[in-house]
């Protein structure tokens, strides 16, 4: 849609599961979102998902490890070779409202968009949320959950 709110056009072909936290590809002519499934209860988990803005299916980028655990907060670098994310990495394999704020909860992962192959960036106490790459993409801004802080991470 144009940004003032007019010409608004459907691009995937989902028609079951919730897509959120678009983000564009620098050339304009993709968007990534969080594909939204859920199982027996109400929080699900999520995938990352690419769509060319002329329509179509998708491509799956990463694959859920669970029905409960979620990757989430979906952010490209500037080159477009890189997607980073949050996921839930709390032991158990599924999802638990009592989590131990002290121990690992989420991390940052890297997935190279030219290769398929998905690093841990960061995590620790709490873990790490909510990535944010800089405009030279050098750095990575992110929440570290606990301590309740934002730290900066050079690439």
């Known amino acids: 849609m ?7 056009k459907q691009i995937t072909k989902e028609s079951f599961r ?8 620098p050339d304009g ?3 990534i979102a969080r594909k939204h499934f859920t199982s027996g209860r109400s929080l699900g988990a999520g995938e990352m ?11 799956q980028l990463t694959k859920r490890k669970n029905d409960q655990q979620d990757v989430n907060e979906p952010t490209i670098s500037p080159d477009g070779k890189m997607l980073y994310y949050s996921e839930d990495v709390y032991p158990g394999g599924y999802f638990q409202y ?8 989420f991390v940052i992962n890297s997935y190279n968009m030219e290769t398929g192959e998905t690093k841990r960036v960061t995590g620790g106490p709490g873990g790490a949320c909510r990535p944010q790459i800089s405009n030279k993409g050098d750095k990575i801004a992110y929440v570290m959950t ?5 730290s900066v991470v050079h690439s």
């Open 2 to 8: 144009d940004a003032d709110g007019r010409n608004v």
């Open 18 to 25: 919730l897509l959120n936290n678009a983000v564009w590809m």
């Open 29 to 31: 002519q993709y968007i």
């Open 49 to 59: 998902w690419m769509s060319h803005i002329s329509g179509g299916e998708g491509i």
């Open 98 to 105: 009592n989590k131990d704020p002290n121990s690992e909860i």
């Open 146 to 150: 606990c301590p309740r802080k934002i």
